[in-house]
């Protein structure tokens, strides 16, 4: 099978015209018709540590989260982090496809998955939709969870469910969470759509300190990080692979990714 088959099936899943428009989804480096894929590591993003666990587990091809090239690259020189990937991916033969907002937009992808994790039911977009190619997509989502929980309990589940050091969390809400909005990521422009939808809580992986302000009893918020709300984005393209590019070996990688360490 050829990359370019790999990532087709992708690309029908979360089709690029989903995206952001500040966004750059889609194949980063590679030849997708002349390769027949070797097998396909899946990522949030791609560092120097991934390719190399890419070459040494003999896949020639890399699906991220997180595209590795956001803006122009003048050269590549190995001047900075972006540029050692590419070059090194290229001395390697493999190939990186990422598949970001769309992926975060569509069915079934980002949100729908953070919301399988919370165990919710009833999942649907809130805020404005679009469609691509007869895929629907928009930038949050909403449930129910099974059984109501007070915030400290809410708070509590998604410490375990997504393994977090620490959430940063507004004023506890007086009453208990039912309803429960996503945005994975940087998702803090959904919080007024997740208040009209009429969400008991908000979870998000970033938010600024001022974006904190005035939701008191309003709305629970819980930002969990950016690598924890969306580390099992991976799932999502391996269940894609495997179900419509049989035969294709695919490995989530070994290699943890965060940036951010809590001390």
């Known amino acids: 099978m050829k990359v370019k088959e790999v990532i087709d099936a992708l690309e029908r899943f979360a089709p690029l015209p ?12 590679g030849l997708t018709e002349a390769w027949e894929v070797s097998g396909a590591l899946l990522c ?40 050692r990937i590419v070059f090194k991916a290229i001395e390697h033969r493999i190939a990186i496809v990422s598949m970001h907002t769309n992926m975060d937009n569509a069915r079934g992808g980002v949100n729908f998955k953070i919301a399988e994790k919370m165990g919710l039911t009833d999942v649907d977009f809130i805020g404005e939709r679009k469609v691509a190619d007869g895929v629907e997509g928009a930038s949050g989502v909403m449930g129910r969870l099974a059984v109501p929980l007070s ?16 959430v940063q969390a507004n004023q506890f809400l007086q009453r208990n969470i039912e309803t429960v909005a996503i945005c994975g990521g940087s998702g803090a422009f959904m919080v007024d759509e997740a208040v009209r939808a009429g969400a008991d809580a908000f979870v998000t992986g970033e938010m600024h300190y001022h974006e904190f302000f005035d939701r008191e009893q309003q709305i629970q918020l819980a930002v969990i ?39």
């Open 225 to 263: 990080g950016h690598y924890q709300s969306e580390q099992f984005t991976t799932e999502v393209f391996k269940s894609i692979i495997e179900e419509h590019c049989p035969g294709v070996a695919t490995y989530i990688t070994q290699t943890n990714t965060n940036p951010i360490v809590y001390v």
């Open 151 to 166: 915030a400290a309990d809410f708070i509590a589940m998604l410490k375990t469910t997504f393994g977090v050091a620490c």
């Open 18 to 29: 989903l995206q952001e428009g500040f966004d750059n989804a889609g194949l980063q480096v």
């Open 44 to 83: 949030l993003d791609v560092t120097e540590q991934v390719v190399d666990e890419a070459a040494r587990m003999g896949c020639n091809l890399i699906v991220s989260h997180h595209p590795l090239i956001f803006h122009k690259l003048a050269r590549v020189a190995g001047e900075d982090f972006v540029q």
